[in-house]
């Protein structure tokens, strides 16, 4: 009981964490100027999380990754500049184009390597900084279909995310015994998964009920929410591959919420899905 309370204040305080953003998103996103903070935070947030998983895998790679923290926030910053003129539609894959190609460039002088180097940089922008620029888009467009704004939908996405994550840990800790998949994350159950879906469809349907217009019917709330719940635990269960191959506990040592790469994983994958829907 006491590591599950432990445990359950860092899940707490990695909760305040995340809420402390979507206020912060919701308060300030569309103010005039006070947007630019709001987008240089969400890339921020691309650059730590970058950095945690170099850290990660630096036993995997024999290069610097410069050119990946100086790319990271203009993947994040280009999502932001197509919302604002279509001019920039296509800054996203130009900023991606040209970074793919310093990338390679960058090993014509080392060759040993360039393999593992240029495949861990390129995910790592895909995996990170590809689905926060996506989430920036999100928040500055309003979707045609239900003229809900993206602040909405920030909100929809992190709690729908997160709701599974809380809901699974605590199950899974308290009744869980039948392991997912025990080599990748010993403390995923199935007992635990199951307990994230009912709450997260719970939740799903009970936006639905509050707002209507929001999902547009029960089946697509049920929908939404389903593609959701599997996206979040895919998403955290691919982080924790990442960090049992490092034989990592925690993308940093941050206290209370162990590394910002862990508050994002579960919604690394939704976002994607979010954004291909609403768009």
């Known amino acids: 009981m006491k590591n599950l309370a432990k445990d359950l204040f860092k899940r707490l305080v990695s909760s305040f964490f995340l809420i402390s953003i979507v206020t912060l998103l919701i308060v300030f996103a569309y103010t005039p100027y006070l947007s630019l903070v709001v987008v240089g935070i969400i890339a921020l947030f691309a650059v730590v999380a970058t950095q945690e998983l170099i850290n990660i895998s630096k036993s995997k790679v024999s290069s610097s990754n410069l050119a990946l923290l100086i790319f990271s926030p203009l993947i994040v910053i280009s999502f932001f500049l197509k919302t604002v003129d279509p001019i920039f539609i296509k800054a996203p894959l130009i900023v991606f184009f040209v970074f793919a190609i310093v990338v390679f460039v960058k090993h014509f002088s080392k060759i040993k390597g360039s393999i ?161 829907w609403l768009s």
Do not use: H
């Open 116 to 276: 593992v180097d240029n495949s861990v940089a390129i995910f790592s922008l895909i995996y990170i900084s590809v689905p926060l620029g996506m989430l920036v888009s999100i928040l500055y467009s309003i979707n045609s279909a239900t003229l809900v704004d993206g602040r909405i939908w920030i909100f929809i996405i992190l709690v729908l995310s997160k709701i599974s994550d809380i809901f699974g840990y605590f199950i899974g800790k308290l009744f869980g015994k039948n392991k997912m998949i025990a080599k990748v994350s010993p403390n995923k159950t199935w007992e635990g998964s199951i307990a994230g879906v009912i709450a997260t469809l719970g939740i799903a349907v009970l936006i639905q009920y509050l707002a209507p217009n929001i999902f547009g019917g029960y089946l697509k709330a049920v929908l939404v929410g389903s593609v959701t719940v599997i996206l979040s635990q895919i998403g955290d269960l691919c982080e924790s591959l990442l960090k049992r191959d490092a034989d990592v506990k925690d993308s940093s040592k941050i206290p209370g919420i162990g590394g910002v790469l862990d508050s994002l994983d579960s919604i690394l994958f939704t976002i994607p899905f979010y954004y291909i």
